[in-house]
């Protein structure tokens, strides 16, 4: 699934766009916690085609996508990024988004758009 159509689908309005040709990008997981060392646990940083939502808006969720090479972050409850976190994010050029679906909600529309999650290692 296409990045501009998980953000179509979700609503999903930009809190910084690092690398906007990224949004033709083909994403072919989900993966949704606010628990990062999940993240770290379960996804492979070898398919940086995970788009990763979230409702931990702080450090470690760029953190975490950094270590995995992911680009896409997708915020959940209409989270927005404070300002020094909003400057790591562009540091790290990640393209950032808020919903403002809860998790599940979130997760729910994406499964039944065809986008499935991760499997555990």
Do not use: H
């Amino acid at each position: 699934m296409l990045a501009k159509d998980i953000i179509n689908f979700l609503d999903a309005k930009p809190i910084f766009i690092g690398s906007p040709q990224l949004l033709d990008k083909e994403y072919n997981n989900c993966f949704a916690s606010d628990l990062m060392s999940d993240a770290l646990a379960m996804i492979s940083n070898e398919d940086n085609s995970t788009v990763l939502l979230t409702g931990c808006c702080n450090v470690q969720s760029l953190r975490t996508a950094e270590m995995l090479d992911l680009d896409l972050i997708i915020y959940v409850r209409g989270k927005i990024l404070d300002s020094d976190t909003l400057e790591m994010a562009k540091d790290l050029r990640c393209n950032v988004y808020t919903t403002q679906f809860t998790l599940f909600d979130a997760c729910g529309i994406l499964y039944s758009q065809g986008l499935k999650g991760i499997n555990a290692k």
